[in-house]
């Protein structure tokens, strides 16, 4: 089993900054991929970002690229993502995802963001 904790949400003005992070633990060592996943009032989960097993390979979404930027230290078993020129429409509850090497998908509960105008 493998427990997700974010961390990081908070109230931010419009061009603010916020650092979420995620606490991975449990069976850490199947964890391969992993992600962070928005979800706004009335609109489907979306896909934010994701990072390689390594760190190596990122991902964004066409929206934020360039504002946000994910990592991971393997060694602390943190993901972290870093929103900077935050915007009213980046408002969402945020997840993190991981995915093991078995093909099992894993949730944390979710931490809100909201970006006021």
């Known amino acids: 089993q493998v427990q997700l904790v974010e961390r990081g949400g908070g109230l931010v003005q419009a061009g603010g900054s916020l650092r979420l992070s995620c606490a991975v633990s449990?069976?850490?060592?199947?964890?391969?991929?992993m992600g962070w996943y928005r979800q706004a009032p009335g609109k489907q989960r979306e896909l934010v970002a994701t990072?390689?097993?390594?760190?190596?390979?990122?991902n964004y979404v066409d929206p934020v690229k360039g504002r946000f930027t994910i990592s991971r230290d393997n060694a602390k078993n943190l993901v972290y993502l870093q929103m900077n020129s935050l915007k009213p429409e980046d408002t969402a509850v945020y997840y993190c995802?991981?995915?093991?090497?078995?093909?099992?998908?894993?949730w944390g509960q979710g931490t809100q963001v909201t970006v006021s105008s």
């Open positions: 449990g069976s850490t060592f199947g964890i391969n991929a």
């Open positions: 995802n991981a995915k093991s090497f078995s093909g099992l998908e894993y």
């Open positions: 990072i390689s097993n390594n760190g190596r390979t990122t």
